[in-house]
């Protein structure tokens, strides 16, 4: 199951999502591979954040969520050795390579300022309740797109 190939991520105690120092198999994934586990996080998950962990906007993205006691999905590409690849392969699939990219309910929304706005129109929380199940553990769930 996905879900089970997705949780391999270490979960700092401030809540960064870290991805671990196992390299075996991620060296070597195909673009097409590499598109299938980001599909595969994406549908598995109601919020999915594409981030770095050094990345203001992402942050912010991170820190609306929280705010809002939304849980979501926070993968740390810059902790991730194949990380640069799927940035390209986000790239392709929403013509911009910058982070933070969103997905709410499998559908990408745009980066922290377009999830700045949405929140502002009142539009944010009513696309995260279509899909919200509740879930045990904490913000920024641990997966792997290993």
């Known amino acids: 199951m996905a879900l089970r190939a997705l949780r391999r991520l270490k979960v700092s105690g401030s809540g960064i999502i870290r991805m671990g120092n196992n390299t075996s198999t991620a060296t070597d994934l195909s673009n097409t591979s590499a598109a299938n586990h980001i599909k595969e996080t994406i ?40 990380g640069s690849q799927f940035q390209d392969v986000l790239h392709q699939m929403t013509g911009g390579r910058t982070v933070p990219r969103i997905f709410i309910n499998g559908t990408f929304v745009g980066g922290a300022s377009d999830t700045q706005r949405l929140h502002r129109e009142g539009k944010l929380l009513p696309l995260v309740h279509q899909c919200q199940i509740p879930r045990e553990g904490s913000f920024g769930q641990p997966y792997s797109l290993q």
Do not use: Q
């Not at 942050?59 to 810059?78: C, G, I, Q």
């Open 43 to 82: 549908s598995d998950n109601c919020v999915v954040i594409f981030s770095k962990t050094s990345c203001s906007y992402c942050k912010m993205a991170k820190k609306l969520f929280r705010d809002m006691n939304v849980n979501y999905t926070a993968v740390e590409l810059d902790m991730y050795e194949n």
